[in-house]
């Protein structure tokens, strides 16, 4: 079955760039859609089928996708970007998400 | 408002059953596909089962068997009946629309509500 690694955490400073990897096979292949999650919330779409951003998602927020790693970047990191981020793909009739990775912004 | 509200967790022993309930406001669930995702304590993000709009269901394979999704397209609800429970079962689960088609993104998600398998 397919998978999807990601880093299990990750510490950026105040106003830095952090990017979180998303690793798979030949992902470059599949629309990659990234998550961020809060403590006791529900997920949120930031980015979706790699490069897009939803409505009402800061431009800081931006996706690439490139032989078997996909990249959710976050530029000027702030204090309220601190979550866990997922990555996530379909394959065929199966939904397939990364392991998450915290992201601690100092 | 487009919103997704669920209901029916709670505290269930191993081998029982639960309902859980998804309603839709703000759209229709019969035109939409629409996916459950759980997250077991402490974990990450589970996807758990998918209804294409024309009906058709699919399922991870830890629950193929025991769980169940339908919808009621008079209430705009979607249902997921879980059977013979399982502790490893325990975890929030979420609804979420997909957006447009299958291969997109969850754009629209449920607050949670939890399952606890447990004797």
């Known amino acids: 079955s397919y998978e999807l690694t990601q880093p299990l955490s990750l510490s950026v400073a105040l106003g830095q760039t952090a990017k979180i990897s998303c690793a798979g096979d030949?992902?470059?292949?599949?629309?990659v859609h990234w998550y961020q999650q809060k403590p006791g919330q529900a997920p949120v779409v930031v980015i979706y089928?790699?490069?897009t951003r939803p409505s009402g998602i800061p431009e800081r927020f931006s996706g690439s996708n490139s032989g078997n790693t996909a990249t959710l970047t976050i530029s000027r990191a702030q204090a309220g970007d601190e979550g866990d981020y997922y990555c996530?793909?379909?394959?065929?009739?199966?939904?397939?998400f990364g392991g998450g990775t915290k992201l601690t912004v100092l | 408002e487009v919103q997704l509200v669920e209901s029916g967790g709670g505290l269930i022993q191993p081998g029982g059953s639960l309902r859980l309930s998804c309603a839709a406001s703000?759209?229709?669930?019969?035109?939409?596909?629409m996916t459950w995702v759980r997250q077991p304590p402490g974990k990450g993000l589970q996807w758990v089962s998918f209804?294409?709009?024309?009906?058709?269901?699919y399922y991870t394979d830890s629950v193929r068997g025991r769980f169940t999704l339908s919808r009621d397209t008079s209430s705009n609800t979607l249902y997921l009946q879980m059977n013979t429970l399982r502790a490893e079962d325990t975890a929030v689960y979420y609804c979420?629309?997909?957006?447009?088609?299958?291969?997109?993104?969850?754009?629209?998600w449920g607050q949670g509500t939890m399952v606890t398998v447990s004797s």
């Open positions: 979420a629309r997909v957006l447009g088609t299958p291969g997109n993104a969850f754009d629209i």
């Open positions: 703000g759209f229709t669930l019969s035109s939409t596909y």
């Open positions: 209804m294409y709009s024309g009906g058709n269901t």
């Open positions: 030949n992902i470059v292949t599949k629309n």
């Open positions: 089928r790699d490069t």
């Open positions: 996530q793909v379909w394959d065929s009739t199966t939904v397939i």
